[in-house]
């Protein structure tokens, strides 16, 4: 009898347990499926050295550049230099044909060289009182006027011929021997390329944080991973009232004339002090209008302790450099931070961490052609 007994006893406490085993089991399937573990990528919030930076785009322009032209029309008679040559100052360039010009400048020399010689004669016969003052005077007015008339002959033949302004290099000639050429036609351009100056413009709420002979530096996609340094040399004093920017001029250095005016530029500006803050990758951020936030994974998933968890936190930042940003709260150096996948988490979600295909987060990334 108490054989049966406990026979049956063991039978419904088998079938009682196995209720309860099942049940368990049903419930964490369920609950597995309601939730699945999600695949993310992941970094850990490192603590690096920031200093905060202005950051715009801009066009190098020549401290010296003009189209050179003649003020004068006439036929081309000597070309004096070929494309893309380096000059100096002075330099002679082209000339037109002047000879007309220059005879008559021979004939008012000799004019003036022989009132030269009446004055002189009358100044003699002044002294013995041979001739009247009035006499002397009207030669000293006439040897002013005939000078007068041969540096104005100078002057129209100077003008027959182009000459380099500034130091620098030319580009492409535009004229040719024999051709005529109208009074203002650009004959060849001259730019004076080392240093440069780079143009950019800022908002006005960095005013504050800029002053000449502060440095800068300049990137071009032209020469990728090279950074040219210069500082600013001048702050326009009026704000464009359109776009509450202000004017910006700094002076790059180009002793190797890399750069040629009309290249685009990315200037960078240091302002502030260095400080020690924690850095993400940009993509770790969820930014939403009532504050921007991050999933940290922390510790096992309840009832899942195959998967990680994570937990939403929310965050304060601060400046961008490249494709990282500065925490300022929320996050401190160590904490293991999704910056892949983070779109379909929620607080407390399963994941499965997969690093295998996580790009480097660069604070210079350089543009590539794909």
Known sequence: MVIMLLATGAVFGGL????NFKAGIIQKVMASMS????????????QTDWQDKLEAVGSFTAVNGADLA???SGIVQKISFNSGDTVTTGQTLLELDAQEDIAKLASLQATLDNY??????????????AVSQATVDTDIANVKNAQALVDQQKAVVGQKTLKAPFDGRLGIRSANLGEYLTAGTSVVTL????????????PQQALSRLKVG?????????YPGRTFTGQISAINPKVDSTSRNVQVRATVKNADEALLPGMFARVNISVGTVQQLVTLPQTAIIYNPYGDSVFVVDGKAQGDPQHDAVRQVFVKTGGVRGDNVA??????????VVIAGALKLR???PVIVDNSKVPPAEDAPAVTDQ
Not at 16 to 19: I, K, L
């Open 35 to 46: 939730n699945p573990a999600q695949t993310v990528s992941t970094a850990v919030a490192a």
């Open 214 to 222: 502060q440095d800068i530096t300049a990137t071009v996609d032209v």
């Open 191 to 202: 730019q004076a390329l080392d240093p440069l100056y780079v143009d950019f413009y800022l």
């Open 347 to 349: 607080n407390g979600s």
């Open 327 to 336: 925490i300022t709260s929320g996050v401190k150096a160590g904490d293991q």
């Open 16 to 19: 009682y347990w196995f209720q």
């Open 70 to 72: 003649l003020e004068v």
């Open 116 to 129: 030269h010689i009446t004055l002189e004669r009358d100044k003699a016969q002044a002294a013995i009182k």
